[in-house]
């Protein structure tokens, strides 16, 4: 097993909701943590080796570009309170799908902890650096968060998160 540090500044995070106005996307890189995972000469995941990680998000990083939706949604976050969002890697187990594992664990955001899986594409780009890709839907009333609303804009409370993260051998 190795531990791989996440690559803040490699790593990225997408959000995309919808809004009865327009599409709303927030971006941001700066996923802080590690994988702990043995891959084979392959490349691929060793299931029968020990893992686990973690990770983190700074969420006054979140920016969609509109300073009034930006404050909008660190007032809803409650940022000063919650200020992260975290994340605990518990499973990968291989799925049907060529070269994507179902990874498992528990997510932390605005205090609330739930456990989650999906799909996520794990590799090795070279000799030191791993990439995992992934996406997932997230209702966030499950977070108790209530969808923003301003104005007329009225937020869906269902929103897609996707991850690119790149992680060095330590």
Do not use: C
Request: hydrophobic share 35%; no cysteine.
């Amino acid at each position: 097993m190795a531990r791989y540090l996440i690559a803040p500044e490699r790593s990225h995070v997408w959000i995309d909701a919808r809004s009865n106005v327009h599409p709303i996307h927030s971006s941001t890189d700066g996923l802080e943590g590690f994988v702990d995972l043995a891959l084979s000469p392959e490349g691929e995941v060793n299931l029968s080796a020990p893992m686990s990680g973690k990770l983190s998000l700074t969420v006054d990083r979140l920016s969609s570009g509109n300073r009034m939706e930006d404050r909008e949604l660190q007032k809803r976050i409650d940022a000063r309170r919650f200020p992260t969002i975290a994340g605990v890697l518990d499973t990968i187990e291989k799925s049907d799908d060529d070269g994507k594992y179902r990874v498992g664990g528990d997510i932390t955001f605005r205090g609330v902890s739930r456990h989650h899986e999906d799909l996520m594409k794990i590799g090795s780009v070279d000799d030191q650096t791993i990439q995992l890709d992934g996406g997932s839907s997230f209702d966030i009333r499950d977070y108790g968060m209530e969808p923003p609303r301003m104005l007329m804009l009225k937020v869906e409370p269902v929103v897609e998160v996707r991850v690119e993260i790149f992680a060095v051998r330590e």
